[in-house]
């Protein structure tokens, strides 16, 4: 995996659930989408309002996040996440680093 400066970097990079999951603190869990922006911020749409990942996201407490296909593929990390705001089942997230 490599860091990507500013240059490399699509303007969105977009994941669907159905063939991806999230890694937290080496727990998994399931989403409808996660879409990463060049900007440092990422929104995530969740299974609900209920979902248990907003027990390990938070608005202080940074975390490393790994997006893993469903095969088992690693395909992106995102270092320093914490969550900006919350909408019903979406969730906006700022990073601080970004990995392919």
């Known amino acids: 995996?490599?860091?990507?400066?500013?240059?490399?970097?699509?303007?969105?990079?977009?994941?669907s659930g159905i063939e991806?999951?999230?890694?937290?603190?080496g727990r998994g869990f399931d989403f409808r989408t996660f879409e990463?922006?060049?900007?440092s911020n990422a929104k995530l749409e969740l299974n609900g309002p209920e979902d248990p990942l907003y027990?390990?996201?938070?608005?202080?407490?940074p975390r490393v996040i790994y997006v893993v296909s469903r095969l088992g593929k690693k395909e992106l990390i995102l270092q320093g996440c914490i969550i900006t705001e919350i909408d019903g089942d979406k969730c906006f997230l700022s990073y601080s680093k970004l990995q392919l």
Do not use: A, P
């Not at 991806?20 to 603190?25: K, P, T």
């Not at 027990?55 to 407490?61: H, P, R, S």
């Open 1 to 15: 995996m490599t860091v990507l400066d500013f240059t490399d970097r699509q303007k969105h990079i977009s994941f």
């Open 20 to 25: 991806h999951r999230l890694f937290i603190e």
């Open 55 to 61: 027990g390990l996201l938070d608005f202080e407490e």
């Open 36 to 39: 990463i922006s060049h900007l």
